[in-house]
């Protein structure tokens, strides 16, 4: 195995991998980037919004979903990315660099870009497209799926999941977004996390990082019979 390649690690994503998760990501930023266009021009309540405040009756007070946002703090975040980076530095440390600063990013571009250039908001409070609660859990969820051996992934799915939907309930309950902002939350979230991991493994692929095996001699017998003597 070459040097670079035991650096790295052993387990790098194939280029045809890396370039799939690519296009996926870039498909998520692509969807966000259109909810919050078209929230740009017209901020107000629409129809998915009011249908979700139907549905969820709002509850400041309520103790779980205080509980739940949590999840999204910056306390959140930080113990993701360290759980993120600490999974997989043995196994891809391209991986393990990419996967601890790709939430972090997702919500800087949230906090900084998005919500700023899309200028929503409930009543007089601040900015809220996309979530930047929603938006730290999904990229947490996204870089410790990614991170995570794939006999391992359903489970770490199944529990992402439950963690996307407590915190999305919870923001709605507690009026802090419309469920636009939810879903643009999880599209940056994600998407950021799959377009940087990818990312980071083709600039990987072009510098020649790639997984070298060691070169087995198989002897015939004859071979090994003249050898032996």
């Known amino acids: ?8 690690g052993r387990q790098m994503p194939s280029l045809w991998w890396s370039a799939a998760e690519l296009v996926f990501g870039v498909a998520l930023l692509a969807g966000a980037a259109l909810v919050g266009y078209l929230l740009a021009k017209h901020p107000e309540q629409n129809r998915l919004d009011a249908a979700g405040f139907w549905h969820l009756a709002a509850d400041p007070t309520s103790r779980l979903a205080n509980d739940l946002v ?17 999974a997989a530095i043995w196994r891809d440390w391209v991986r393990a660099l990419a996967c601890a600063a790709a939430p972090i990013v997702a919500v800087l571009v949230t906090e900084r870009v998005a919500k700023p250039m899309v200028g929503r908001a409930i009543g007089s409070g601040g900015s809220t497209y996309p979530s930047g609660t929603i938006t730290a859990v999904a990229a947490v969820v996204a870089a410790l799926y990614v991170v995570s051996p794939r006999l391992l992934r359903p489970l770490v799915g199944l529990l992402g999941l439950a963690a996307l939907v407590g915190s999305g309930w919870a923001v709605l309950v507690l009026r802090w977004h419309y469920p636009t902002d939810v879903i643009g939350g999880v599209l940056l979230g994600c998407g950021g996390v799959f377009v940087i991991d990818a990312a980071a493994h083709l600039v990987a692929f072009g510098l020649g990082w790639r997984n070298r095996q060691p070169v087995v001699l198989v002897r015939s017998p004859l071979e090994e019979t003249v050898h032996a003597r």
């Open 1 to 8: 195995m070459g040097r670079a390649a035991h650096l790295r």
């Open 70 to 86: 949590k999840l999204g703090s910056l306390d959140g975040l930080l113990v993701g990315v360290v759980l993120a980076f600490l």
